[in-house]
């Protein structure tokens, strides 16, 4: 490397392609439409496509082994044969069978059948949970106390070979032992993970020293891990891992965290014998000055400074002049421009947006967009800021042009957040008042049963929508087509005999981006798609103003599915903090003052269904519990401004008006009082897979609300039997009183398809009557 230059890179890139292409393939291979071939050319060109382009945008240190054909944390089980026996794997090269076996199931968990020999004995899927504070899922690897592990990929390898045929050294990412074994579960959970480290590392060992053969130079090892709390064993662990790795010869490691500050963990951190270290300067900018001055002098500090969680272009000579006097006088090597992460969180190409509003579309930066900036940094660095005035001067136009938009200030919200009063904050009645009215209200049976809001988003229902969007099917034809959908479905929960009925959201592309693409302050994107979990995305909205509720947005919905019924229908919306969470937020504002200009948009909305005559309202707040940061110690600032929105949010009705939440994916243990403190008359949440242990703490913390406990595990094709869920309540109700329990699934059915749903649900609707007769 020239001392003359500051080498840039991404740390990773998103995989999916421009026009999803991943999700195309992988589709059509789970469906039996194109062959295992077909599948694996069209990853080849993706990965090829990807190298190419960072090569032309000027990135020095190009990732390879970053592409996944489902999830990376699931191709490190694999890598390392941590593969239960339960999927039939009995050595040798692991089988794409196999593989999507552990991500999906063997029957296919999104409705498709498997059309490539599956055992079809019905193996579950790996568990999938969020990958630390992003709406990215990993697979949970499984691991046994006698776990043994091998070399049993060779993708690592195979990849830094397609990428050198190109020409292009790459610095392969793997994800360190260390972390990969704190994301894993322990079968029996008997024991901790990181006890088995000292069994893991030699294999990964093996891994850098077949790398270093093949003629990698560096390799990108992350340990996200390094900006969690850790103990001591944790701790060891690192040392004993990268003493070992710094034994490989002719082989440089950048360790790399992000996510946040190495807070605690940085003299951990700094200890260790790696090459590189990178670190996150957008979350956590104050560590650029200790972790600067405490580095080793041989150590290449990679610096993260675009951000690669959010979507905002940066402003580089702002970021130019907070670097500059703390690495004065370093030798040019020793430093890298990087984003704060890898690049797979935020979308791929700006340019697709050919729609947006061209203010809005001069202030923001997607994942190419991101390298340029990146290489513009680096320029500046080593040739001064005269050499690319120009770009400069743009970055820091947009970032004023942004500041002063009337577009992003609205006095009318900032004068309605001072305006809040404590009484908006709080249901009028107590709990119980509440209850005993609602009760003479809706006259629900015991144990009411209800679904969690969603019914299938079959082919049709997008199609029609994709019709509408590119204008071959008018308004007016599609909304008599969701008419029709949501009168049959009506009709139909009418008729198996369900209590509370749903309109069935069908008008809804998401549950975040729907709402976003009706509130002022929110932009939406018609192709900024990124990954959620294997070949499901998400347009996350983008908020870039002050938010408001210019018009209802799901009355005349709920007033349509109700007049088709005499039994209640609920309304239904998304709660504050889940649309939060699931956007690209401002970063000119806190995250609270955003959520709470939602809060009071949704208020409205909550307001103006009770007035249409709805008598209850779900709110679902799927990612609240989500968005816990990732140290303990900033858990109770988030936990109160969440809860806070949430009522505000929920508040405006009167008491006969019964407000449901709903909840996924969640270990509730910890957040029991924030949870309490919402007080939602109904919550419903994921708890079938749990056995109703979840239960217990909801029982200890004496919570008196009404709860629906999932007994339907929505993420499996699986139709649940009657006796099954009939256990499942006899559980609940060794640890609840019978009038606080309803009968529902885990979360909403949008993913599955009617021939699982229509007789899951008609079995769940005959346990109801099974307890209910012996209750
Ligand atoms: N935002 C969000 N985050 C979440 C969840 C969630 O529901 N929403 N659930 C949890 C799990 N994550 C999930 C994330 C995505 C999906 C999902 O189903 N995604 C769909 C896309 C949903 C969507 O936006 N659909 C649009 C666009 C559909 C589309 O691709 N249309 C085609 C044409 C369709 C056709 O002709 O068949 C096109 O535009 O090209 C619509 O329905 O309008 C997918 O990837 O398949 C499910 C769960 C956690 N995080
Ligand atoms: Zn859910």
Redesign the pocket.
């Known amino acids: 490397m020239s001392i003359f230059s500051v080498p840039t890179a991404t740390l990773g890139v998103p995989r999916i392609g421009r026009h999803?292409e991943l999700?195309a393939a992988l589709e059509n291979y789970w469906s039996g439409r194109i062959p295992a071939d077909d599948l694996l050319q069209a990853t080849k060109r993706l990965r090829e496509a990807n190298w190419l382009e960072q090569r032309d945008r000027g990135i020095a240190k190009i990732p390879s082994n970053d592409f996944s054909l489902y999830d990376h944390v699931l191709d490190t089980a694999i890598m390392v044969g941590a593969i239960p026996k339960t999927y039939g794997w009995t050595g040798g090269e692991v089988p794409l069978d196999v593989y999507f076996a552990m991500a999906r199931g063997d029957q296919g968990s999104d409705g498709e059948a498997c059309a490539h020999g599956c055992h079809g004995h019905g193996v579950a899927a790996l568990e999938m949970t969020?990958w630390f504070d992003t709406?990215y899922?990993y697979m949970v690897p499984e691991l046994s106390a006698d776990q043994t592990f091998g070399l049993c990929s060779t993708k690592p390898l195979s990849e830094f070979r397609e990428a050198a045929a190109l020409g292009i050294r790459t610095r392969p990412v793997i994800l360190g032992p260390v972390t990969f074994l704190k994301l894993a579960k322990a079968r029996g959970s008997t024991f901790d993970p990181i006890a088995l480290l000292p069994r893991l590392i030699p294999v990964y060992a093996e891994l850098l020293q077949q790398l270093s053969q093949a003629g990698a130079r560096w390799v990108q090892i992350d340990e996200p891990c390094l900006v969690l709390d850790l103990d001591a064993a944790d701790r060891i662990g690192l040392e004993l891992t990268y003493q070992r790795f710094a034994a490989v010869p002719d082989l440089n490691i950048m360790l790399a965290t992000y996510f946040g500050a190495l807070g605690d963990n940085l003299e951990t951190a700094l200890a260790l014998p790696v090459a590189g270290l990178h670190i996150d300067l957008v979350r956590a900018p104050e560590q650029l000055e200790p972790v600067a001055r405490l580095s080793r002098k041989d150590q290449v500090l990679s610096l993260g400074l675009i951000d690669g969680r959010n979507v905002w272009r940066a402003n580089l000579p702002a970021i130019l002049d907070r670097i500059r006097p703390v690495v004065a006088g370093w030798p040019l090597d020793r430093i890298e421009i990087a984003p704060s992460c890898s690049l797979l969180h935020v979308p791929i190409d700006l340019e697709l947006e050919t729609t947006l509003d061209e203010d809005l579309k001069s202030w923001l930066s997607f994942s190419v967009q991101k390298m340029d900036e990146l290489t513009l940094l680096a320029e500046a660095l080593v040739e001064g800021k005269s050499a690319v005035a120009k770009e400069l001067q743009a970055s820091a136009e947009a970032v004023q042009s942004r500041a002063a938009s009337l577009k992003v200030h609205d006095p009318l919200v900032e004068g309605r957040l001072l305006a809040i009063t404590e009484p908006m904050r709080r249901r009028r009645g107590a709990f119980a008042e509440r209850r005993d009215l609602q009760a003479r209200k809706l006259g629900l049976p015991n144990f009411p049963t209800t679904t969690i809001g969603s019914f299938p988003?079959t082919?049709r229902?997008?199609?029609a929508?994709?019709?509408h969007?590119r204008g071959e099917l008018s308004y007016v034809e599609y909304e008599a087509f969701l008419k029709q959908e949501t009168e049959t479905a009506i009709r139909w929960q009418e008729e198996i005999g369900l209590d509370v009925l749903v309109h069935g959201e069908f008008e809804r592309?998401?549950?975040?981006?729907y709402f976003g693409e009706q509130l002022a302050g929110f932009a939406f994107t018609k192709h900024a798609?990124v990954q959620?979990?294997g070949?499901?995305?998400?347009?996350?909205p983008i908020i870039f103003g002050d938010v408001s509720r210019p018009r209802p947005m799901t009355v005349s919905w709920w007033q349509y599915a109700q007049s088709l019924t005499d039994k209640p229908v609920k309304g239904m919306l998304t709660g504050p903090v889940t649309i939060l969470n699931?956007s690209f937020v401002r970063d000119d504002i806190p995250r609270n003052v955003t959520c709470r200009q939602i809060a009071l948009a949704i208020r409205d909305e909550v307001i103006d269904l009770e007035a249409a005559g709805a008598a209850m309202i779900q709110i679902d707040e799927?990612?609240l519990r989500e968005g816990l940061p990732l140290r303990k110690s900033d858990w109770q600032a988030y936990l109160d401004w969440a809860v806070d929105c949430f009522r505000l949010a929920s508040s405006g009705v009167g008491d006969g008006t019964q407000i449901h939440t709903h909840m996924?994916?969640s270990e509730f243990n910890d957040i029991l009082d924030a949870i309490s403190a919402m007080d939602a008359d109904v919550i419903s949440i994921e708890t079938s897979r749990s056995k109703m242990e979840l239960l217990d703490a909801f029982r200890t913390h004496k919570y008196l609300n009404e709860i629906g406990p999932g007994v339907y595990d929505i993420h499996s094709p699986r139709v649940p039997a009657t006796g099954e869920m009939v256990d499942l309540m006899m559980l609940a109700r060794q640890r609840l009183a019978d009038g606080q329990l309803w009968i529902n699934p885990d979360c909403?059915l949008?993913?599955r398809g009617w021939d699982e749903v229509r007789p899951a649900l008609i079995n769940m609707v005959e346990a109801a009557r099974q307890l209910r007769a012996v209750a």
């Open positions: 999803r999700k969020k709406n899922h988003q082919p229902v997008r199609k929508r994709s019709a969007a592309n998401d549950m975040v981006q798609w959620s979990y070949s499901r995305y998400v347009r996350p699931w799927a990612a996924c994916y909403g949008k993913t």
